[in-house]
C-alpha cells in the first residue's frame, strides 16, 4: 500500500452507473439496475487518487465504495480498496507533511494539554485487527430510499490499526479527571466561517467503557495514515461505527455529557419513520452482528452446475463472533459454514467459505452470523428514516444463476 495519497498510481475512472448491480444487491433490484444504461464515469478525488479505480465505486468526492467482487479470501482490506466516507471535505494534504508535528488537545484529565504525534508515540503502541463500518452500510437495500449515499456492502472493510492506546494517554497525563462518562472526539476539517461551528463540526461522543480499547492511531496495514483515511491521526474506537472513529483528531475529551453538536445531538440517530431526528432517540455506536457473500455474485455470470465455493465475511461488531450459517435456498435450510484464514481478534472479520452442489437454476445465497453473546444476524432490516444499522441477511443475499 502506498504510504502518501501522493502516490498515485492510477487515474482510472470508477464507472458510477450499474454500480449497485457491481456491488451486489439482492436479485431483482441488481437485475432492475443491470438494465440501465451506462452513465458518465467519476474520478476519484485527488486526495483519494492513489486507490485502486477498478476496486472502487465512486458515489461522491466524498463518498467511495469497494465493489462487493474486489474483496477477495483474504482477511485484511488493502488500504488501495477501502471506502471512504467524509462528512466534510479532506483538509489540505499540508496536514501530512510533517506528521509528527501534529497535535491534539488532551481534555478531561487531571493534567490536560495538547500533545504531538511524536510525543504520542512515546507513550505506548498496541496493533489491532477492526472493522471499519460506515453506519449507512447497507442503506441502499431500503426500498424507502433514504437519503444519503445508497452504500450496499462496500461502506466497510477490516485494517490493521497502529496507535497508542488512549488509556495509556490518559494515565501519563494524571488520569481520567472524576465524573467523566463519555469520550468525544473533534475533527480537524477546515470549518466555514460566518456559521454555528457546533452545526457542521464533525465531533462526537462514546461511552467511557470505550476506553478500554480505543487508540489514537497514525498507521494502518504497516504505513502511514493517509489522508483519505484520517492521517495523520485518527480516534478508532473498535467495535463502534465509522462516525465514531474521528479523522484528523485534534481534541480529545473526557467529558460529562455528550456533545452538543449537531452531528451528535441529531445527526445519526435511529429515527422511526415519519419521525424527525432528535436527542432522545438511540444514536449510532456500536456495530451488530452481520455477514453477506462475496462470491459468487450477480456479475459472476451463469454458473457450471456442480461444486460451488460460496465465501464471504463476518464479524460480530462489538463482540466476537461464533458462527457463519449459509442458505442456498433462500433461508429455507442453514448449513454451516467454515473460517478461514487466521483470527485476528474480537472486532476483525472473519472470512467464512461453504462448498456446496448447486443444480442448474436460479438460487438464493444468504449467510447468517452469531456472535459469542448469543446475538444473531436478523432477517430484517431495523426500518429508520436515514438508513442506519443494515444488517439483515435477507437484504444481503443475492440470486445467482447455474446452468
Known sequence: MPSSPTLNRRRLLAGSAGAL???????????????????????????????????????????IETRRSAFGTSVITPGEQLYVRNNLPAPDAAIVADRDAWEVRIEGVKQPRSLSVRE?????????????QCSGNGRGF????????????????????????LRAVAQALGGVADGMLFITGTGGEKLPEGIDPKTIVVE????????????????????????????????????YSGINNIKYVKRLAFTATETDAKIMSHGYRVTPPGGKAEPSQPSVLEMGVKSWINSPHPDSGSLPAGTVLIHGVAFGGAQALRRVEVSTDGGKSWSEARFVGPDLGRFAWRQFVLQARLAPGSH??????????????????LENVAGYNNNSWADHAVRVSVG
Open 204 to 239: 462526537r461522543s462514546v461511552p467511557i467503557k470505550a476506553l478500554d480499547d480505543a487508540l489514537l492511531v497514525w498507521e494502518m496495514n504497516g504505513a502511514p495514515l493517509s489522508l483519505a483515511h484520517g492521517g495523520p491521526l485518527r480516534l478508532v474506537v473498535p467495535g
Open 142 to 165: 431500503f426500498p424507502s430510499k433514504p437519503s444519503g449515499t445508497p452504500w450496499t456492502v462496500g461502506a466497510a472493510g477490516c485494517v490493521l490499526w497502529s496507535g497508542v492506546p
Open 21 to 63: 448491480t457491481a456491488a451486489g444487491l439482492t436479485p431483482l433490484a441488481g437485475k432492475a439496475a443491470a438494465q440501465q444504461p451506462a452513465a458518465a464515469p467519476k474520478p476519484l478525488p485527488p486526495y483519494a487518487a492513489w486507490k485502486d479505480a477498478n476496486s472502487l465505486i465512486v458515489h461522491t468526492s466524498s463518498t
Open 364 to 381: 438464493v445465497l444468504a449467510s447468517r452470523a452469531t456472535d459469542t453473546a448469543g446475538n444473531v444476524q436478523p432477517e430484517q432490516r
Open 120 to 132: 504520542l508515540k512515546a507513550l505506548g503502541v498496541e496493533t489491532v485487527a477492526a472493522v471499519l
